[in-house]
């Protein structure tokens, strides 16, 4: 009882700390607003900071710092403030050449002028041929462009716009730089009185119209006009076969109808597929729970109910009443290890289920850059006694007695993986030169948490399970085992494991494809309300089928249940991993080894979460009901 309280009372402070901790971290050049806090609003030619952010490509998932191309920079260069989750994404937001002034329309201006060497032309044509993507932000918006649709009815929108285009011509790739952008920002004015003087302008749009330009320049003007509309005219496009490229830009500032509030619905909108869609998907994925769940009354109600009535009417001992002495035998295959997984996958669990607790709220909304990264970093952290308890009292159910040995397994085991396959693809980021590669400051955090706030936190609630009286089981267990006889073919523990995972995973394959879409397609996923349903859908399927699974399992006599169950619904994560596979060959168009190294390394390690979680939810359901049906019965 004591226990209980303490692990409720520390889930609060956990979650409050971890909220915090949060909130300053995210803080920061204006990326994160707090309930209650009015938005920026500028006065007529005040200034407004435009920053660049990166360079992103879907072809080779490897982000760059914007500078790592030649284009114009200030004399001086230095980074703004970023949080955990901005980092770990690669954003490394600078300043920039760019002058923009509240309500102030520039026709022209020239931001610089360039003697492009024979590298820095290849380092543009590489760019290109890899569609990577400019991206700068705004008064916290990132910048959009439109384009043209496959239907070519509507425009459509998408984040950042691209560093140039490429023609064929003949054999040969003729590559374009896009030097002049038309930065188009829209505003919505707040009259707070009659009076001019109090109208406060707020930005609601980023827009930007890149165009390849070949203006005529000489030391003291720009001869050439700024074109006034998009074209791709090659015969004035800025090639690059020239060494000298002039880049432009100009600001137009639109008035526009949309309020601060509704400023993010316009990245939103492409970032997601209709509503219908996901209406589509969960009322599917429910279908599938109703069809487990009657399949399960039917079957398991009316045999459970038939099974204990005989049971306690007679001493007929025949299906899972004939275990009854070797149901709670602890595992003989690596109890410690089963231990240690079950911790961390409530770890994994409470974190997953914070995180999202916290999105519903609107903690973590897409405008605030990085706090979704951030969000589950510090969960994790701050969620480790969880993870200490729930390994200590399963190991301690196990009659084991080296609570060192957990106790080190569980702090060290899970996060030694993730942050050793972490610390590779840091490498062949560095390599690369990718701007994904961590500063050492920023992997020297990660260790600080992890050292001195994670692992402490584990041994204290390894600590409170071991105090904690063991639970008592409601039937004896014989020293002796039982002989388990000849299974039938189709309760091969590979063959049942491999179906126990079909049914949670297809109750949330498609919006496991929207999820994959905002990882690798740098879309924004916000629609947390229809994952938070996917999420107690897959949990309630996960146990469904482990349940299910366990009575025929103890119904044939075989009561090795503790790790087939968590493997039955684990497997899971086998189909995700199939699915990553599937999906890289038909959706992603990735390039190069190192692209395929790192999306395999990232999905390998959300695979491996997976796993953790929903075996857990597997063995947890599995325990629960025998915990049931075995104290409904009479045993001498």
């Not at 707090?34 to 920026?40: A, E, I, K, R, Y």
């Not at 396959?421 to 020297?444: C, D, K, Q, R, Y």
Request: net charge negative; hydrophobic share 45%; aromatic share 16%.
């Amino acid at each position: 009882m004591m226990a209980s309280c303490f692990l409720s009372l520390y889930c609060v402070v956990a979650i409050l700390l971890a909220t915090l901790c949060s909130d300053f971290l995210v803080e920061g050049h204006g990326a994160f607003y707090l309930p209650g806090v009015s938005p920026h609003t500028y006065k007529q030619f005040e200034i407004v900071t435009l920053f660049v952010s990166k360079l992103t490509s879907t072809k080779t998932q490897l982000p760059y710092d914007y500078y790592s191309l030649p284009y114009c920079s200030p004399k001086r260069t230095h980074l703004e403030n970023e949080n955990l989750g901005e980092l770990v994404s690669g954003d490394r937001i600078e300043n920039s050449v760019y002058k923009v002034e509240a309500k102030a329309n520039k026709p022209c201006e020239v931001a610089c002028r360039k003697k492009l060497t024979k590298l820095e032309r290849q380092s543009f044509e590489r760019a290109i041929e890899d569609d990577y993507q400019v991206h700068w932000i705004l008064d916290s918006l990132p910048v959009g462009t439109f384009g043209a649709s496959m239907d070519e009815l509507e425009p459509t929108f998408s984040r950042g716009f691209p560093v140039g285009f490429k023609v064929v011509s003949g054999k040969k790739n003729k590559y374009f730089l896009n030097n002049h952008i038309r930065i188009i920002i829209q505003y919505h004015d707040d009259f707070e009185s009659f009076t001019p003087e109090d109208v406060t302008t707020k930005i609601v749009g980023f827009i930007a119209e890149p165009m390849s330009v070949r203006h005529n320049y000489d030391d003291k003007s720009l001869l050439s006009s700024c074109p006034t509309s998009y074209t791709k005219d090659v015969k004035n496009a800025q090639g690059l076969d020239k060494n000298d490229v002039v880049f432009t830009y100009e600001v137009v500032w639109e008035k526009s109808d949309t309020e601060w509030s509704n400023r993010w619905d316009l990245y939103l909108t492409v970032s997601n597929p209709e509503e219908k869609v996901h209406w589509f998907s969960i009322t599917n994925a429910l279908l599938v729970i109703l069809l487990l769940t009657s399949l399960l009354a039917i079957i398991l109600i009316r045999a459970l109910y038939r099974d204990i009535a005989k049971y306690n009417e007679s001493d007929d001992d025949s299906g899972w009443k004939l275990v009854h002495a070797d149901v709670f035998r602890p595992p003989a295959d690596f109890p410690m290890l089963f231990s240690v997984f079950v911790g961390t996958g409530f770890q994994l669990g409470l974190m997953s289920l914070a995180t999202l607790s916290f999105a519903l709220l609107g903690l973590l909304s897409p405008a605030n850059r990085g706090s979704l990264g951030t969000a589950f970093i510090l969960l994790f952290v701050f969620m480790g006694s969880f993870a200490g308890y729930y390994s200590s009292s399963t190991y301690k159910m196990f009659r084991g007695i080296d609570w060192k040995q957990n106790t080190l397994l569980t702090a060290f085991l899970f996060p030694s993986v993730v942050f050793l396959v972490f610390f590779v693809l840091n490498i062949v980021m560095w390599i690369e030169g990718s701007s994904a590669a961590l500063p050492f400051s920023t992997f020297f955090t990660l260790l600080f948490l992890w050292f001195c706030v994670s692992v402490p936190l584990v041994f204290v609630g390894s600590f409170v399970g071991f105090k904690k009286e063991s639970i008592t089981f409601p039937v004896r267990t014989n020293q002796i085992p039982r002989a388990i006889p000849t299974q039938p073919w189709y309760m091969n523990p590979i063959i049942v494991c491999i179906f126990g995972g079909i049914l949670p995973f297809g109750a949330v394959s498609v919006e496991l494809y929207f999820i994959m879409s905002a990882l690798w397609l740098h879309q924004i996923y916000y629609i947390f309300g229809f994952m938070f349903v996917c999420m107690i859908i897959l949990v309630i399927t996960c146990a469904e089928t482990a349940i299910l699974l366990c009575y025929f399992q103890l119904c044939n006599e075989d009561y090795h249940w503790w790790w087939r169950s968590f493997l039955t619904s684990g497997s899971c994560a086998f189909y995700t991993i199939i699915y990553s596979i599937w999906y890289n060959l038909t959706e992603l168009n990735l390039t190069g080894f190192v692209s395929q190294f790192v999306y395999f390394g990232y999905m390998g390690l959300i695979c491996f979460t997976f796993f953790l979680v929903t075996g857990t939810i597997g063995f947890i359901s599995c325990f629960w009901f025998n915990l049931k049906i075995y104290s409904s019965i009479k045993v001498d």
